[in-house]
């Protein structure tokens, strides 16, 4: 197993504030991804930018990039500077699997927090992202592509390969050619299918789901809500409410659309 911190760099930035000092520890790394098929990135807290480029080309290298910075708190300015730049990015790999993570001291849990920017990785790299509090964008990632976050909105346009996505608490907004498995603990999923028709499963706690079908061709369509249920395709058009059963075809594409508490609409993509 290969192994590396990623180094903080830049001037480490203090000011003065009513509980103390800050301080900001800028971070970038760039990491070889060579033999690489899977990356993980887990993060504390922190939004997430993830962008793929096309891999293969000249403007694309075979690496992982980021930029970022830790935000701590310090009772003096040395201190804030202490606690700025004692984490670290720790970059490692197994095989074919990569994985990006925090390592945050025991002394200074509480007094940091990391900030990244922009996520470069090549499209064709599956990819599992994990963070506390904290949106999640992913654009322009063809291979499959998993989230899991505790709290925070989340916006996928790519994942060819197939999606897994898990909040407990935000909105979800879904762009994808691939199957997909989404949940939310409360918030509302917005899905639309681009491509042809794939396997879909998509969970509310508590919120609305909008579904835009690839096709309602060879349907398999399953919804349930105490909520309305309205429905405007080609070949199914209704309203109604608690559970429906709806097979079109050969059935071989599974679509399964739920919520606790509201409404589920479902149409076709144009």
Known sequence: MRRHFTIATGLVMLTACVLGYRGLAAVAGEHDLAGIDEIRIDLPDTPMTVTGCSAGTEACPEVLSYRGAWQSTGGTGRDAERNATAPRLRFSTDG??????????????????????????????????????????????????????????????????????????????????????VETGR?????????????????????????????????????????????????????????????????????ELSSNGGDVEVVLAR
Do not use: C, K, W, Y
């Open 96 to 181: 074919a699997f990569a994985a990006l993570v925090a390592v945050v001291p025991l002394e200074v849990v509480g007094q940091v927090d990391l900030v990244m920017d922009e996520i470069s990785v090549p499209d064709d790299r599956d990819l599992d992202l994990r963070t506390g509090v904290g949106d999640v964008q992913v654009v322009g990632v063809v291979a499959s592509v998993v989230i899991d976050v505790e709290v925070g909105d989340v916006s996928v346009f790519g994942a060819d390969a197939g999606l897994g996505v898990h909040t407990g608490r935000g909105d979800l907004q879904i762009e994808t050619p691939g199957a997909a498995d």
């Open 187 to 255: 918030g509302s999923v917005d899905v639309t299918q681009t491509g042809e028709g794939r396997d879909l499963r998509v969970h509310a706690d508590a919120g609305s789901v909008v579904v835009r079908l690839a096709s309602d061709a060879n349907l398999e369509l399953t919804i349930d809500t105490p909520d309305t249920i309205r429905i405007q395709t080609d070949a199914i058009t209704t309203v109604t409410s608690g559970h429906f059963e709806r097979r079109t075809g050969s059935g071989n594409v599974r679509v």
